[in-house]
């Protein structure tokens, strides 16, 4: 008997759970290469002060570290930094954004990932991070537009197996507003921001869901660590998921996946008087 409380809903994508590992290595397949793309674009190199906010397994971090140099400094923080590596460039902190005093002084770059569309105070935190940068710093925000999908399955599939999947998606996604998450903010970043008086761009991403491709194999993931949720709020059987599943790992098969939205603010290269 399955057994759906707000409590186990909350620990769904928990990073003290075993799983937990897998999914982050997968989340940095999805997405490091367009990050890494976008930072070096930016010139993310020697003797920057870096902020890596919800660092997760400290990829973009190491990254970071590397290019700093000795002469350069990286903060990375995590609620629950268990994941980050040990490396002699980097600090790491368990840290709540919302909550706990900032690292000071300001920084040259700062970058979080998938971080606040999960924070009801998103668009107060977004204002306040480009705030914190030193003049001619950099703000890297990158987060998922989740309403963008009408229906999950791109590649044809007969009836039975697009609707399996509808519910699958719909009750993700209840559960990720009912844990706090706005699926639509990552295209709402760059107004408020723009809003906010600072120079703003925005590039766009779109991994393939390919069946056994990163994005796939973390969907695949996620059936097993929702599976109370999925079972009872989107009333699939053990055979509906055994489907969805084996579609993941099919290299035939094909998913819609989620739009990135990279949001890059510039300060001022002079604070004005």
């Not at 609620?79 to 909550?99: R, S």
């Not at 300001?106 to 999960?118: N, S």
Request: glycine letters at 8%.
């Amino acid at each position: 008997m399955y057994e759906a409380t707000a409590e186990k809903e909350e620990q769904g994508f928990d990073n003290s759970r075993p799983e937990a590992p897998k999914q982050l290595s997968l989340l940095s397949d999805i997405l490091n290469r367009e990050t890494f793309t976008v930072l070096d674009g930016l010139g993310a190199g020697g003797g920057r002060r870096c902020w890596d906010i919800g660092a997760g397994d400290g990829s973009v971090a190491r990254w970071l570290a590397d290019r700093a140099g000795s002469t350069g400094q990286v903060i990375a923080s995590d609620a629950k930094p268990q994941h980050v590596p040990q490396h002699p460039g980097i600090q790491v902190i368990e840290h709540d954004v919302t909550t706990d005093p900032w690292p000071e002084p300001a920084f040259d770059l700062i970058h979080a990932r998938l971080v606040l569309m999960h924070l009801a105070e998103r668009e107060e935190i977004a204002v306040r991070l480009a705030g914190h940068l030193r003049p001619g710093g950099v703000l890297v925000l990158t987060d998922w537009y989740c309403n963008c999908a009408a229906g999950m399955v791109a590649t044809p599939a007969d009836k039975h197996t697009t609707e399996i999947w509808q519910h699958c998606h719909d009750a993700v996604h209840t559960l990720g507003e009912r844990t706090g998450m706005d699926l639509a903010w990552a295209p709402r970043t760059a107004g408020v921001l723009r809003a906010a008086g600072y120079d703003v761009s925005t590039k766009l991403f779109r991994d393939t869901g390919q069946g056994g491709t990163p994005s796939a194999l973390l969907a695949r993931l996620h059936t097993f660590m929702l599976e109370p949720h999925l079972r009872v709020n989107a009333h699939l059987t053990p055979d509906d998921l055994e489907t969805i599943r084996s579609n993941l790992l099919d290299p035939e098969f094909a998913m819609t996946t989620y739009l990135t939205y990279t949001t890059i603010v510039r300060a001022l290269n002079e604070v004005p008087a």
